[in-house]
């Protein structure tokens, strides 16, 4: 295997974009939240994986497995949900709209071939403009990177939102997970090709979130997203539905975790 110092150096320039992600925060501050999640619980992101993903892995001899406490089952990958945040504003107001992450700590994903194991684990989901999902990265054990981005989100293909007030849940699906450049090149180095593209699709994403107690009824259903971003301007009611407007921005897979740690 290349030594892992390699692929870190591949990743670092997806950290750049990881300070982008603040820069709305100083608007936010004269701006009054129209919708308020501080503390995200349960339930689980999916990703239903795409067969070009799939066959890819098995032509390159790349078996997919799972770490921790995710599962793959009838062709979907699910990450638990562990904690986050979510604060959304006026459609305009700041931008982007939409701040806060979506936590998955204790599991992820391992791509294995031969003797090298490469996890990808720890996913943060973060709106910024764009949208993100980082993780941590390891080769044989060995930290590549303690959060760098993954993937990209396409929020153009997403599906209006689903409340269900009875079991106090808001679902949204449809959007693109796609895999980021600099991942790409990571894994190339990992497992000695050059085959594994950036923006090959990963699969459809799926996340179900605990709405909290004291937030109003929700309307169903949703508003179209255009190019899945939050800079645009969805209705204000799929906003305050529990946040799920996360996966609406198109953008980078996975950012940065210490800009959640600062706030704590």
């Not at 390699?6 to 300070?19: D, H, K, M, Q, T």
């Amino acid at each position: 295997m290349r030594a892992p110092r390699r692929i870190a150096g591949l990743l670092v320039s997806g950290a750049a974009a990881l300070a982008l992600t603040g820069l709305g925060a100083g608007a936010a501050l004269a701006a009054e939240p129209i919708a308020t999640i501080p503390d995200l619980t349960g339930q689980s992101t999916s990703v239903r994986l795409d067969s070009g993903f799939t066959d890819a892995l098995q032509s390159l001899e790349v078996t997919p497995g799972t770490v921790g406490d995710a599962t793959i089952s009838d062709g979907s990958a699910r990450f638990p949900i562990t904690g986050g945040n979510v604060t959304v504003y006026e459609p305009g107001a700041v931008d982007p709209y939409v701040q806060g992450r979506i936590e998955h700590e204790g599991s992820g994903l391992s791509l294995t071939k031969g003797d090298t194991e490469v996890e990808l684990t720890d996913f943060v989901v973060d709106p910024g403009n764009p949208a993100t999902l980082s993780g941590k990265v390891t080769a044989n054990g060995e930290t590549v990177a303690e959060s760098t981005v993954l993937f990209d989100l396409d929020g153009s293909t997403l599906q209006p939102i689903q409340t269900d007030m009875d079991a106090g849940t808001a679902t949204l699906t449809g959007t693109t997970v796609r895999l980021n450049d600099g991942a790409a090149s990571a894994l190339n180095q990992a497992f000695s090709t050059d085959a594994i593209q950036g923006g090959l699709t990963i699969g459809i994403a799926t996340i179900v979130v605990n709405l909290p107690g004291q937030m109003p009824d929700m309307p169903q259903g949703g508003v179209e997203t255009g190019g899945g971003s939050t800079a645009g301007g969805p209705d204000t009611a799929l906003i305050a539905a529990g946040g799920l407007a996360l996966l609406a921005a198109g953008g980078t897979v996975l950012a940065a975790r210490r800009r959640g740690a600062a706030r704590r």
